[in-house]
């Protein structure tokens, strides 16, 4: 079975742009989380999507969005870039939503410029 | 912002010892969780505790759980230079379960 694959692996993006990133969770799952990782702030939940819907959301600027299609496959999208948003972004896919084991991708290295 | 904090922030061993890594956290929970991360990669879910479990193991690891003290512990047994990673608790909390908050961290190496 393939993991949670995240596209693009690094990025390179100048402030004040906006990015997308993307991520296919594990076949047969249906629950993607996101998270932000920086030295300074560590693992910080974004949001969750389960079936389409946003379920849960973290603490984080409404610059920050993102969604789910009817594959589960899921986008984030960052507008106006800010030094700050400089970060590894993190998937998680799950079966199901809440109460389980969480798989992650390897992340996407977004730096901004 | 982080509910857990774990102990040591880092740890460094010699092969063949036991590692312990100590997490607390502040509000209740549904489960608790251990990851591995290796350099800057992907997190590797290691093994889940449900908060009326005391205690779980999973091969070299075994996890113990006390919710009167809102505390848990990873020991890894027998370490390998393998094991050379930074470790996190992640709860997930009653009411938001699908969100799990992070601790921060603890850096093992293990040395040859």
């Known amino acids: 079975k393939a993991g949670v694959t995240q596209t693009p692996r690094y990025l390179i993006k100048t402030r004040g742009q906006q990015v997308t990133l993307s991520c296919s969770p594990i076949s047969g799952h249906r629950s993607v989380s996101w998270y932000q990782q920086t030295p300074g702030q560590g693992l910080q939940f974004l949001f969750e999507y389960f079936s389409e819907t946003q379920r849960n959301k973290g603490n984080f600027p409404g610059r920050f969005s993102g969604r789910q299609f009817s594959n589960s496959r899921s986008e984030m999208n960052v507008s106006t870039l800010e030094l700050g948003d400089s970060a590894l972004y993190l998937c998680?896919?799950?079966?199901?939503?809440?109460?389980?084991?969480?798989?992650f991708g390897q992340g996407t290295r977004l730096t901004v410029v | 912002s982080q509910q857990g904090e774990e102990d040591p922030q880092a740890l460094s061993i010699q092969e063949g010892e036991n590692a312990t890594m100590n997490c607390s956290y502040k509000?209740?929970?549904?489960?608790l969780q251990w990851y591995r991360q290796n350099s800057g990669r992907g997190l590797v879910h290691l093994i889940l505790?449900?908060?009326?479990?005391r205690e779980k193991h999973s091969g070299r690891l075994r996890v113990t759980l006390d919710t009167s003290k809102k505390s848990s512990s990873l020991l890894i047994t027998a370490s390998r230079a393998a094991d050379t990673a930074s470790y996190f608790c992640a709860t997930a909390n009653t009411g938001t379960a699908s969100k799990l908050t992070f601790g921060t961290g603890t850096r093992l190496q293990v040395t040859l």
């Open positions: 505790i449900r908060s009326n479990e």
């Open positions: 998680a896919s799950s079966p199901k939503s809440g109460n389980t084991e969480a798989f």
């Open positions: 509000t209740s929970i549904n489960n």
